[in-house]
């Protein structure tokens, strides 16, 4: 391995997929999956990215690619500052 055994993401793709694939189905979670896999490149995101926790309002089932997020992370909102 060039680069070891580290993840770019967290949780790592193995878990991000089977939490989709049991959130959303089979079909639906392992194009989220694959959209994810497909992100985890050297040139590609890296950080915390969890799963939507809804699908994208535009996504069908004859588009599976819908279901991806292509680009960047589902990241938590930033926790604000106490007052």
Known sequence: MLIGRQCRHWPSCSTY???AVQRFGVWRGGWIGFARI???????????DLVCEELPPDC????????????????PPPLEPET
């Not at 069908?60 to 960047?72: C, F, I, K, L, M």
Request: charged residues 20%.
């Open 38 to 48: 497909c992100r985890c490149t050297p040139l590609g995101t890296s950080g915390i």
């Open 60 to 75: 069908a089932w004859y588009r599976p690619w819908s279901y991806g997020r292509w680009r960047g992370v589902n990241a």
């Open 17 to 19: 997929t089977d939490e």
